[in-house]
């Protein structure tokens, strides 16, 4: 539909629900009169927007939004209910680890040989992959909801999609012949990956289009850092779970039962301790004006001015004030560029020089190979990453045991062997992991998104190759060596694209499709996340235990190479703003 006003009508007033922040000073008189004067050869007497010193005076006090509560509480808020759910998604992810090993104790205790206490590998793969098969799916349809539905509404309703499967997944038991527990586990861990998959593209795109453009980067990085807190929270509860059942197990393995029980549903308290401010978040302006707007239908017609008149409004702002920092200054232009694409809908020129223009369809702005190659090398870079991510972890036993924390499976006491293997996994997260997320957090904003990416994936390329053809040497001559070696993989991964493929889809993309191309990403990555479990888990015993892991390493190098590669097509955003990366213009028809 148009939106657009006939010449001869008169000019209607701008409607808005806005109410203006108490805390902001009025505009100054000199930066009306100034915008004014810029423009006054331009435009005549009988201008309506040049008389409009309200449209002024919102515009002036949108461009203060990053230097008032915007920027304090009110986005520490959002930074804590977004880092939670990512600390929540981690530990829900990878507990089921130290629970699969706690299911073996409990449902094959009376095996024989070296089956005792182990999960047979087709159920530990099955369990292990459920929440990456939800992670996949939750991604796209989540994705796409977020665009057409709203983020915070879809935010919300995949927390609790995730709450509601995490108390059902830990009390999973066998049903019905050929449904044992690990099938119903296996059901129940989809559909919380499904809530889960939600998270990844509604968090980036909400968090990007809060933050100013010198924090974007270092927000959405610190908020997807909470991830390593999440992997060190999953082991630290379960060894205090296993310990308040310590001579219980003594005497009765069975009571194991009930501590992967707690150790699952105790996966649901941070989300809903978070739960009222994911009901209440509010959109952000940028989604707001392009839904006011009727953006966000793949079928809408929106009317625009005049360029003077966009020149107009965008100059209004006090930006060029010498008084401003550099920092505000772009956040004033960032503003005004949102601002002017709503009411540029209600304005007409005395010439009525006005065109309604044809919004591209997701289809018809990513078939053309400028924003396509955008995408794929956002989904490239994501899908080699995971690869390598989750199939390097096929090493951390081996790290665990070489630094005496791995015990005996067949004779140490349970709950004595739960909880070394849980310090260990603690210290090899600490080690490398959790330094590297919050190393890209404080550098992000000064190196960039592109080259901390490119760097990650070409030193992570040279380790897996030292690895890979030197891995028997150096297991057998320096086990401290292999440790360092391993540790250095786990930091270029977190400093480096683990973090990058994370926070780049939520910049590239314009606000209409933002969360449904992150969303895409994201998938790509878990479909790495599934060929690295589902498939390369059925590869490292080839030839014997662990014969096969050097070759492993040999490929996740060539994945490495191939995300360095695909980040050639990814351009970069530092210090730009969102409008600056995607031009608005480029989606409408031509």
């Known amino acids: 539909m148009s939106m657009g006003v006939l010449p001869s009508d008169p000019v209607p007033e701008i409607e808005t629900q806005w109410q203006p922040d108490p805390e902001i000073t009025s505009i100054p008189e000199s930066a009306i009169t100034d915008a004014k004067k810029d423009d006054i050869t331009s435009t005549t007497e009988s201008d309506p927007i040049q008389d409009d010193q309200d449209l002024l005076q919102r515009q002036y006090e949108l461009s203060q939004l990053d230097r008032t509560s915007q920027s304090n509480w009110v986005k520490i808020k959002k930074l804590t209910v977004c880092g939670v759910a990512f600390l929540n998604d981690a530990y829900d992810m990878f507990a089921i680890n130290i629970v699969a090993m706690i299911l073996g104790f409990v449902y094959y205790n009376d095996a024989q040989g070296d089956a005792k206490n182990t999960v047979p590998k087709k159920w530990d793969t099955l369990i292990k992959i459920a929440v990456q098969i939800g992670c996949l799916l939750g991604q796209l349809v989540m994705g796409r909801l977020g665009d057409k539905i709203g983020r915070t509404t879809v935010y919300a309703a995949s927390l609790m999609i995730a709450i509601i499967t995490t108390v059902a997944s830990a009390f999973s038991s066998s049903m019905v012949r050929g449904f044992n527990v690990f099938v119903v586990l296996f059901i129940w861990r989809v559909l919380l990956g499904f809530g889960i998959g939600g998270d990844y593209p509604l968090t980036a795109s909400i968090v990007s289009e809060y933050s100013g453009v010198h924090s974007r980067g270092k927000m959405m990085a610190a908020v997807f850092a909470f991830q390593g807190f999440g992997n060190v929270l999953a082991p630290i509860v379960s060894i205090i779970v296993t310990a308040c059942f310590m001579q219980s197990i003594g005497r009765d393995v069975l009571y194991l039962d009930y501590v992967w029980r707690i150790i699952v549903g105790v996966g649901c308290v941070p989300g809903v301790a978070t739960l009222y401010w994911r009901l209440t978040m509010t959109e952000s302006e940028r989604f707001q004006s392009l839904n006011n707007n009727g953006g966000n239908n793949d079928d809408t017609r929106l009317s625009t001015p005049s360029s003077e008149h966009e020149k107009l409004l965008v100059s209004s702002s006090p930006q060029n004030n010498t008084e401003n920092d550099d920092a505000s200054s772009v956040a004033v232009q960032e503003s005004a560029e949102i601002e002017s694409q709503p009411h540029s809908a209600h304005l007409s020129s ?139 993989a786990q930091l270029f991964q977190n400093f480096g694209p683990n973090v990058t493929t994370f926070v780049i889809p939520g910049e590239v993309f314009p606000t209409r499709f933002r969360s449904t191309a992150h ?34 390493l040999q490929v996740f190098a060539l994945f490495m190479l191939v995300g360095a590669g695909a980040t050639f097509w990814i351009p970069e955003t530092k210090g730009k703003t969102l409008e600056e990366i995607c031009d608005p213009n480029e989606e409408y028809v031509d």
């Not at 956002?378 to 081996?398: E, K, M, P, V």
Request: charged share 10%.
């Open 519 to 552: 969303g895409i990403s994201a998938a790509s990555g878990k479909l790495g996340a599934i060929i690295a479990q589902g498939g390369f888990l059925q590869l490292t015993d080839m030839g014997g235990k662990n014969a096969w892991i050097d070759h492993l």
């Open 350 to 488: 005395d010439s009525g020089q006005q065109e309604t223009r044809q919004a591209k369809t997701f289809g018809q702005y990513f078939g053309e190979w400028k924003h396509l190659k955008v995408l794929l090398g956002t989904s490239i870079a994501w899908l080699s990453l995971d690869i390598a991510f989750y199939g390097i972890n096929l090493n951390s036993s081996i790290v665990i045991g070489a630094i005496g924390f791995a015990g005996n499976l067949l004779t140490d006491q349970p709950g004595h062997f739960i909880i070394y293997n849980c310090l260990g996994n603690i210290i090899i997260n600490l080690l490398g992991s959790v330094p590297g997320y919050w190393i890209t957090v404080f550098l992000i904003e000064r190196m960039g998104r592109k080259k901390i990416q490119l760097m990650g994936f070409l030193v992570l390329a040279i380790l897996y190759l030292i690895l890979g053809f030197g891995y028997h040497q150096i297991l057998d001559k320096s086990a401290g060596a292999f440790i360092f070696l391993f540790a250095l």
